[in-house]
């Protein structure tokens, strides 16, 4: 069986475990299938907790090598370095193989990959600025300093609707800070991960710091999570999962990144641009087909401009293009499986029973070429009571509502279990710095939507998360504080019963 390096035919990945392809120790696959056209597009390694106990093993060992323990910071960074430019001269088959694999539009999927890359570079200018500091103390005879230090092997569960986006998320500050990794990917989309985890390997680091296991949650995925060799828990997914996961770390005493769900307001008021706010909300709500935890689901729009927006954003919603995500005319691709699609037109006939009325979409469609698609959909006459506006359903799907006052819109806005993100609509400056800090939201826009950079930390409030990922702050999620104090003075011990402590 050749190893496979691309998804343009049918191919079988096995895991990628201390730097080698290794077969799943059960000897089971599954098949991934194509949301666009419902065909099997690949099979991949079923893993289970030998498979996980062979990974967490060759993370253990890798940590504990010199060859990584003892490379100097800078070089971690220059192979970081060299990781972001395999990723950028590889980025055409990445984007395709991710397109194929969870129906993202391949356009959007090349701007991805036009940028992913930063992470890595960022992060490789940031491995040798990690460092501890010299305290001062009351005794002049005593020097302090603290360092930090490397955790251990780090467990990354990814989700499948960025996969490479999320799993680079915490790859990259997590081998910034000299850990060692276990990806555990979707079983929807494996490959992107798999092949990330090949590009590691070329690009120097040893065999074992980064390594994929392939599989289901309940087989792959929680065997990780609960494996005692872990020193933390990396997960990006649903807030039920993360409360699961979170109980687990806690009790063990290791430490949990978590970004969770989402149900994030965008806020449109009556002094907004608002044909550029219309266009934000298409672009925060349908874009990626709505699969994105930021996605802007809930919109407030003022009674003043209610209307205008609502027909604006409707006759945008009715002529998006639906598709093969691989068509560059393509505007709205499939959703990531069928599964998935059935959920969404369970909410939206949910929201009909709760007395929404829907005023474009609100049905599934093959899009033209058998695949899991869901139309682009606006629900109308919802208020924050409906579980069509507090739940969170990862799909095309946007409720709009009207709103006379700042204060009324702000606490309708924060009337949610999540703290996400949220976006603002206005061109008054007063009103966009009063209302950002008034919103519980960790990311807050104001007259755009999904803006990122990987030097921006992003934290999620309430139910959406705990810890942050991106920027400086990220290191402290992967590194531990050590206080090291050393008595400079020559003379002996004095009086032992007077030592602090």
């Not at 959909?377 to 009207?402: C, H, K, Q, Y």
Request: glycine residues 10%; proline residues 5%.
């Amino acid at each position: 069986m050749s190893e496979p390096t691309t998804l343009t035919t049918l191919t079988t990945w096995k895991h990628f475990i201390g730097g080698r392809w290794v077969e799943p120790a059960a000897g089971e696959y599954f098949d991934s299938t194509d949301p666009a056209t419902g065909r099997t597009l690949y099979r991949a390694a079923r893993g289970t907790a030998a498979d996980i106990d062979k990974a967490v093993a060759a993370a253990r060992a890798a940590f504990e090598d010199p060859g990584w323990r003892d490379l100097s910071q800078t070089r971690r960074g220059h192979l970081l370095r060299r990781l972001g430019e395999l990723v950028a001269e590889n980025a055409d088959e990445l984007a395709l193989m991710e397109s194929r694999d969870n129906g993202k539009l391949l356009r959007e999927m090349r701007g991805q990959l036009a940028s992913l890359p930063e992470y890595f570079h960022y992060y490789a200018g940031l491995a040798d600025k990690i460092h501890g500091e010299t305290v001062p103390t009351s005794d002049r005879a005593v020097l302090n300093y603290t360092a930090r230090e490397p955790l251990g092997v780090v467990g990354a569960i990814t989700p499948w609707n960025s996969p490479l986006t999320l799993t680079t998320s915490k790859l990259a500050p997590a081998l910034c800070a000299g850990n060692t990794v276990v990806v555990k990917p979707s079983e929807y989309t494996s490959a992107s991960g798999l092949r990330l985890a090949e590009l590691a390997l070329e690009a120097g680091f040893p065999p074992g710091v980064v390594n994929v296991v392939t599989g289901y949650g309940a087989e792959a995925g929680g065997p990780l999570v609960d494996h005692e060799d872990l020193a933390k828990i990396s997960f990006t997914g649903s807030t039920a999962t993360g409360s699961k996961i979170a109980a687990s770390a806690a009790g063990r005493f290791i430490g949990s990144t978590l970004e969770l769900g989402g149900k994030s307001p965008q806020i449109v008021f009556e002094d907004a641009d608002v044909p550029n706010a219309a266009m934000g909300v298409i672009a925060g709500v349908f874009a990626a087909a709505g699969q994105t935890c930021i996605a802007g689901s809930r919109v407030f729009a003022h009674r003043s401009v209610y209307e205008e927006l609502l027909e604006r954003v409707c006759e945008r919603a009715k002529s998006i293009r639906i598709g093969d995500p691989l068509d560059e005319a393509t505007e709205l691709g499939p959703l990531a499986f069928e599964a998935q699609r059935d959920k969404v037109a369970a909410y939206v006939d949910l929201g009909r029973e709760e007395g929404a009325r829907v005023l474009t979409g609100g049905a599934p469609t093959d899009g033209g070429t058998g695949g899991c698609f869901y139309e682009p959909t606006v629900l109308v006459d919802v208020d924050n009571s409906m579980r069509v506006v507090r739940e969170e359903i990862f799909g095309p799907v946007v409720a709009i509502m009207p709103f006379d006052t700042e204060d009324e819109v702000v606490g309708l806005a924060n009337d949610t279990e999540y703290g996400l993100a949220a976006g603002i609509w206005t061109t008054n400056l007063s009103r966009a710095h009063r209302v950002a800090g008034r919103l519980d939201a960790g990311t807050v826009w104001v007259n755009t939507y999904r803006a990122m950079s990987p030097m921006s930390p992003r934290q999620g409030f309430k139910a959406s998360g705990v810890g942050v990922e991106h920027g400086t702050e990220t290191i402290k999620e992967y590194t531990r504080l050590k206080s090291v104090w050393i008595n400079t003075s020559e003379e002996p011990v004095a009086d032992p019963f007077t030592m602090r402590g």
